[in-house]
């Protein structure tokens, strides 16, 4: 079926679609799932049957972070690199893979709706208790003088927020209390203000009975998300659970 051509932009999450039909290219989709399958085949295990699983292969499964599928206290580790707090449209800079694995226009704009970071706007955030310091700087942002401070950014920022509390919640029950989390984060600013990320999840993280027991700091060079700046700070937390 046809695909939009793609264009490399200055920034990642800006895709082109051409104007006129005849810039389409075609795909052959069904020529793309058997090199996917062939490339995965020793994964392709049923995973609602584990007699099919015999030499303990890896089974993939997909689910919500915000309400993981899984028992209390049963996973042993966990790695993760959530979306950054960088208002990258994930949904639109992955659209090209998305239309490949014939995701339809509606999927792909629930699916924006839906994810962490979105660019978009809920007209109602559901509403739970944030920590202090992401508090302080939803305050400064919604008190900012830029256009628009007090409301689109503020509310994206606040969702971001409340996702990230949510996602939290659900590793810190899942995990085991002789298991680790491992997790990598970005540094981010709003205008001229320090977001301070590691520092607010840092103590999201700790108010969930996770201790951080190590971190690694660097500089990575890359898009430039930061205005100003070729470097990116992150952070790479290692965390136990205490409770």
């Known amino acids: 079926f046809p695909v939009t051509i793609i264009c490399l932009c200055s920034n990642p999450t800006w895709i082109k679609r051409p ?63 959530p979306p950054y707090c960088t208002r990258i449209d994930y949904a639109t800079m992955t659209l090209p893979e998305l239309v490949w694995l014939k995701m339809g226009v509606n999927d792909i704009n629930q699916l924006r709706r839906n994810i962490i970071g979105t660019t978009t706007v809920e007209k109602k955030l559901q509403e739970i208790t944030l920590t202090p310091k992401a508090k302080v700087i939803l305050e400064s942002v919604q008190a900012h003088d830029s256009k628009a401070s007090a409301t689109y950014y503020y509310k994206n920022l606040k969702s971001y927020f409340m996702k990230m509390e949510l996602s939290f919640l659900e590793l810190a029950r899942v995990l085991k209390k002789t298991g680790s989390l491992h997790i990598v984060l970005q540094d981010s600013r709003y205008k001229d203000l320090d977001l301070k990320i590691s520092e607010i999840f840092t103590e999201s993280l700790e108010m969930k009975g996770l201790q951080i027991i190590d971190e690694s700091r660097y500089m990575s060079e890359g898009f430039n998300y930061l205005r100003g700046n070729r470097e990116i700070n992150e952070v790479v937390f290692r965390c136990r659970k205490i409770v």
């Open 19 to 81: 104007k006129e039909k005849q810039d389409l290219i075609e795909f052959d989709f069904k020529r793309y799932l058997r090199d996917f399958e062939k490339a995965i085949d020793s994964l392709m295990i049923n995973a609602e049957d584990l007699s099919q699983n015999p030499n303990g292969l890896p089974r993939l499964e997909l689910a919500s972070s915000l309400t993981l599928p899984l028992k209390n206290s049963s996973v042993d580790c966990i790695v993760t690199s």
